[in-house]
Nanobody, 115 residues
Framework: QVQLVESGGGLVQAGESLRLSCAASVRIFGIAAMGWYRQAPGKQRELVAV???????NYADSVKGRFTISRDNAKNAVYLQMNSLKPDDTAVYYCNIKVIGFEYWGQGTQVTVSS
């Protein structure tokens, strides 16, 4: 059974950085995209960043220039480098891996940014 294991969340002050990591417990074949979503209290889950099979990336407007998504295909891992964090970035961050016809989710990791 595939599990996505996330790490790297925590409590930081505004302006600081965090790096989130997500690795699959087993090899996943046919990956179409890997990404990060987040959900703040009382809000819907939203896309933060995604990297597709060809290597192209897409970011939410609110994180462009501050966050960078990367991946390690050999490890089925995806990372999110978050710089210049803001209190509005406070949320539970979820890793997502899409294959054709299905998607996997991590359990979520809390990121809290204090002002």
């Amino acid at each position: 059974q595939v599990q996505l294991v996330e790490s790297g969340g925590g409590l930081v002050q505004a302006g600081e950085s965090l790096r989130l990591s997500c690795a699959a417990s087993v090899r996943i074949f046919g990956i179409a995209a890997m990404g990060w979503y987040r959900q703040a209290p009382g809000k819907q889950r939203e896309l933060v960043a995604v990297i597709i099979i060809g290597g192209n990336t897409n970011y939410a407007d609110s994180v462009k220039g501050r966050f960078t998504i990367s991946r390690d295909n050999a490890k089925n891992a995806v990372y999110l480098q978050m710089n210049s964090l803001k209190p509005d970035d406070t949320a539970v961050y979820y890793c997502n891996i899409k294959v054709i016809g299905f998607e996997y989710w991590g359990q979520g990791t809390q990121v809290t940014v204090s002002s």
